[in-house]
């Protein structure tokens, strides 16, 4: 019998529980958790996709389980938090229920989407440049309570699905009927939740709470050191992230960065000095790198990371996963971990799709054109399921399926350029025009207008393409290519 089929999600959860309280039985904990994602990825590699890309995945989940066993040495995580990661990170993401995705497959003929992205307030008491949501302190538009509960019930009674990323607006300012984001997070204890925030409201009794209810992770937002933080941010915005740093830190709370990757910074927040003083002296778990999608407030093609640019960081995200362990995911350059692009609940399932403050919904927070809003879903009779099977987000999940999942290991589209947005645009915007799909916000229209957006984001796109095909015909297709051949 195999050892996965032996042990039980619970038990799983429950052995590891035990063991990462147990300094000297942790390097056997961190051994076995390399070995299973090995063996799952490389040796079994279910979906036959290509070694490398498998190994990437490898890769990036072993940097993931030495951030946690760091935290857990550093006492960063504290007893809930660790409780939490045990039961519902591992115990129902990692080793997700198969019953209600069995029941999605049978129904659907493919896996279910695996999370939500939820930005239940437009409000921020920031106004950051560049900021893709335009979120400021004068828009007020929240999503209420019950609906926000009612989609969180949803996901996990139709996918199985127990993540949730929320994002803004300013998470933290939420509030509808004297209900805050911390009651979302006390009300679904069954669900982990990665909370992207500036960090400028976490007191220390909001980091109090988060510590005791386990469930949440923050990714706070910084551009750089003190200067670059707040030339972008505001005015004395950094010194408020140190000081939620520490409070995150006092009350076992595990955390990360978010950083968003322009042209004038990208070499800045990759480099040896940034790297050592927000994961080392600081205490953050992981970095997210998002490269500047030219959408949302004064969006301009200028302030995008060149596609010289984008290599290079390709090369030093790699360096930081591959070689030190670290838990950096930069978009687009981890496009292996998640065999390309996530949007529209993704062409085999584990995907996202995104919810806004107004309830309408769209196939990725970078992808801001819709058919349908929540609540009037709702109030037709239907539920998540309608949003997924809708036109444009069937439509997206077969252009994935064509780029990447439905051919060939030795001919599959190049993953270093997965974004359809972004590095695919005429495609993207072909897909808008098919079904009708209108923009979620007034930027987003002014984008659809603008020919020469258009034409710069196609320039773009095919210039990254035509850079990063050699590495990606080398390295991810060659050994597929060699076997055919033989
Ligand atoms: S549309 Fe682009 S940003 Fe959105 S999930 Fe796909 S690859 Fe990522």
């Not at 946690?68 to 229920?97: D, T």
């Not at 204890?189 to 469930?215: C, H, K, M, S």
């Not at 004038?264 to 999608?293: L, P």
């Amino acid at each position: 019998m195999r050892i996965s089929n032996a042990i039980s999600r619970r038990a799983v959860g429950s052995i590891v529980n035990y063991t990462v309280t147990e300094s000297l039985l942790r390097p056997t904990v961190v051994r076995l958790l390399e070995w299973a994602a090995y063996h799952h990825m490389v040796e079994r590699n279910s979906d036959n996709l290509p070694i490398e890309v498998q190994l990437d995945k490898v890769a990036m989940l072993k940097a993931m389980i030495h951030s946690a066993e760091a935290g857990f040495s550093r006492g960063l995580i504290g007893p809930m938090a660790r409780n939490k990661l045990a039961e519902v990170f591992l115990g129902k993401i990692v080793y997700k229920p198969k019953e209600v995705r069995q029941e999605f497959v049978e129904k659907h003929g493919m896996r279910p989407p695996g999370f939500v992205l939820l930005s239940p307030t437009a409000r921020c008491n920031l106004k950051c440049k560049g900021c893709y949501a335009g979120s400021d302190a004068t828009r007020k538009t929240t999503l209420p309570y019950d609906v926000v509960n009612r989609i969180l019930n949803e996901k996990v009674k139709l996918w199985g699905s127990h993540f949730t990323v929320i994002s803004g607006g300013e998470p933290f300012m939420y509030r509808d009927n004297g209900k805050t984001l911390l009651d979302i997070f006390e009300q679904h204890l069954d669900q982990y939740f990665l909370v992207y925030t500036n960090g400028t409201l976490i007191t220390p009794e909001v980091a109090r709470r988060l510590g005791e209810l386990g469930n949440v992770t923050l990714a706070i937002s910084v551009e750089g050191f003190e200067k670059e933080t707040d030339d972008r941010r505001g005015r004395g915005v950094f010194r408020r992230i140190l000081k939620a740093f520490e409070n995150l830190r006092n009350a076992g709370v595990p955390f990360g960065i978010s950083t968003t990757a322009f042209k004038h910074n990208c070499d800045r927040i990759q480099d040896d000095g940034f790297i050592k003083f927000f994961f080392e002296e600081q205490g953050a778990m992981y970095q997210w790198i998002f490269q500047y999608m030219p959408i949302g407030r004064s969006f301009t093609l200028d302030m995008m990371v060149t596609p010289e640019q984008r290599l290079r960081m390709y090369d030093r995200t790699w360096e930081l996963v591959r070689e030190r362990n670290l838990f950096v995911a930069d978009f687009w350059n981890s496009g292996t971990v998640s065999s390309g692009c996530i949007a529209a609940g993704g062409a085999y399932g584990g995907g996202y799709i995104y919810i806004d403050w107004n309830g309408t919904i769209a196939p990725c927070a970078f992808y801001p054109f819709s058919v349908h809003n929540i609540k009037d879903i709702y109030t037709d009779g239907g539920n998540l399921d309608t949003a997924v099977f809708s036109p444009l987000l069937t439509k997206i999940r077969n252009w994935q399926r064509e780029y990447f999942d439905d051919r060939p290991n030795y001919e599959r589209g190049n993953l270093l350029v997965p974004c359809p947005i972004r590095d695919h645009h005429r495609r993207a915007r072909a897909v808008v025009d098919e079904v009708n799909a209108k923009p979620i916000d007034k930027d987003g229209a002014h984008a659809l207008e603008d020919s020469a957006y258009g034409r710069g984001m196609i320039e773009y796109g095919k210039k990254v393409d035509c850079l990063s095909c050699s590495l990606w015909k080398e390295r991810y297709l060659a050994p597929a290519r060699e076997k055919q051949s033989a």
